[in-house]
């Protein structure tokens, strides 16, 4: 069975082999994959396993011997779904292998806007603190997050994990779904409004997908809400912030803050108005991407994968 791999490298850089799913056939595996290509390598495969490589309604068509795609993530707006549900191609995902991953580097953004780590680190080793009259240097102000209140948009099994990380701190839990409403164990959640959550949350932190009626939903009217020392944590998805929006809401002390994982286009184009926007920290979409998520997210692919060849159905998105 012919295998492929269109964009491998992220999930496995050198450190997760494919031993796990090699053992089901012939797997060739390409690091990247150029759109003009796409074609070309997949031609002839029955399984394609892609993580941001598109494929298209044109593409699909174009590939007859194709019998089952694995996205390696949790989002799979990548595939047209609509049209290999019509040519009956299973669409899997793995939704579940990064959560306490994409938590901890959630909280780690929060805790370098409220300690400044990084900018105290700096000031020490230019000889800050060695000249210092006093034993202590305060250059930035810090904040202690006890008693403050954390909002979640989208409290689900990430947004709950950091719910739980930011009860422990001693913050207060105030969240906002669209869908269910079920709390972490033994923490206290107050369901607001996606206009009280921004307007009460000293901290907000966004954990919902990406969907047609939320694209830029976090833009001037919404920050406009927020107190004025407020932060905003984004480890979701780059589109669902106006990043003109929050640019200008941080460049004219709207908010405090933000930190971000994600952005609207990845990489980060060299004109993004977050780029040198006052008080933003960015990291390059890495909150997913520990070792041991992305080992449980190779396991997964390989169990989708055996239970497909077993005729069962697991983690399918497209209803096939």
């Known amino acids: 069975m012919k295998m492929v791999v269109l964009d491998g490298y992220t999930l496995n850089p050198g450190d997760n082999p494919w031993d796990e799913v090699a053992r089901f056939g012939e797997l060739t595996v390409y690091d990247r994959t150029p759109d003009e290509l796409i074609l070309e390598r997949s031609a002839g495969a029955r399984v394609l396993l892609t993580n941001k490589t598109p494929l298209s309604s044109q593409t699909l068509s174009?590939?007859?011997?194709?019998?089952?795609?694995?996205v390696l993530a949790t989002g799979y707006n990548v595939v047209d779904l609509e049209k290999s549900a019509q040519l009956g191609i299973p669409v899997v995902n793995v939704p579940e292998y990064g959560s306490d991953s994409v938590a901890q580097h959630a909280i780690a953004l929060?805790?370098?806007?409220?300690?400044?780590?990084?900018?105290?680190?700096?000031?020490?080793?230019?000889?800050?603190?060695?000249?210092?009259e006093d034993f202590t240097l305060v250059a930035e102000p810090l904040t202690e997050l006890a008693g403050r209140t954390m909002g979640i948009v989208g409290l689900g099994r990430i947004g709950g994990r950091v719910a739980q990380i930011a009860h422990a701190l001693g913050m207060e839990i105030v969240a906002h779904n669209t869908r269910s409403r079920v709390a972490p164990e033994g923490v206290p959640v107050q369901w607001l409004t996606l206009e009280e959550l921004f307007a009460k949350a000293d901290v907000v932190s966004l954990h919902c997908p990406l969907t047609a009626q939320n694209q830029g939903m976090v833009n001037a009217a919404l920050l406009g809400l927020m107190p004025s020392h407020a932060l905003l944590i984004n480890t979701s998805r780059g589109p669902l912030i106006n990043e003109q929006d929050l640019a200008n809401a941080l460049n004219r002390g709207v908010i405090a803050g933000a930190a971000l994982d994600v952005t609207a286009r990845e990489p980060i184009p060299a004109d993004s108005p977050l780029l040198g926007a006052r008080n933003c920290i960015i990291t390059p979409h890495i909150a997913w991407a520990t070792l041991a998520a992305r080992k449980r997210l190779m396991a997964t692919t390989a169990q989708n994968i055996a239970a497909w060849l077993a005729g069962a159905q697991?983690?399918?998105v497209n209803g096939v």
Do not use: F, H, M
């Open 62 to 70: 174009a590939l007859p011997d194709l019998k089952l795609i694995c």
């Open 314 to 316: 697991q983690n399918v």
């Open 110 to 132: 929060l805790l370098e806007l409220t300690n400044r780590v990084a900018l105290y680190d700096a000031a020490v080793q230019r000889g800050e603190w060695t000249e210092s």
